[in-house]
């Protein structure tokens, strides 16, 4: 038999954000990701995509901004959809990986810029959140 605590031992529940067919499909199809973060700001993914492309033509302060956008965005959606600062947020729920990937592009481009103490709290974060998502995102 099983004791009620046992629910409450267990931690809260995976966080899975909705998907945005039109946003991930504007972005899956080549359109600009600017033009999907201005069109959909609160679509993760393409802030992640935009804080990438930036960090990779060596733009940290914009990728950082970027990222930190995104970041936020999810936070939003995070919270609306029942999480409590706390607990997992499976890599393998595609529409999470747009804050994720924000959330570790935050962590790339704070230690790139010198926040030291900033990055390894996003890292932190992102492994708390999802190993599976962490190894994906740092090791691939």
């Known amino acids: ?9 267990a931690g809260p ?3 899975h954000l909705p998907d945005l067919p039109e946003a991930r499909e504007a972005l ?3 359109v600009k990701a600017s033009d999907v973060a201005a069109r959909f700001p609160a679509y993760p993914a393409a802030w992640a995509a935009l804080a990438e492309e930036y960090f990779a033509q060596g733009h940290a302060v914009t990728s950082y901004a970027f990222a930190r956008t995104g970041y936020h965005r ?5 919270r609306r959809n029942g999480w409590k600062g706390h607990g997992p947020i499976p890599w393998e729920h595609e529409p999470n990986r747009g804050f994720l990937r924000c959330l570790y592009a935050l962590s790339r481009a704070a230690q790139a810029i010198g926040e030291k103490d900033e990055a390894e709290r996003c890292l932190q974060f992102l492994k708390d959140s999802t190993e599976s998502g962490y190894d994906a995102l740092t090791k691939g």
């Open 74 to 78: 999810g936070l939003d959606a995070l």
């Open 28 to 30: 899956e199809s080549g």
């Open 13 to 15: 529940p995976p966080t």
């Open 1 to 9: 038999m099983t004791c009620p605590m046992d629910n409450l031992l």
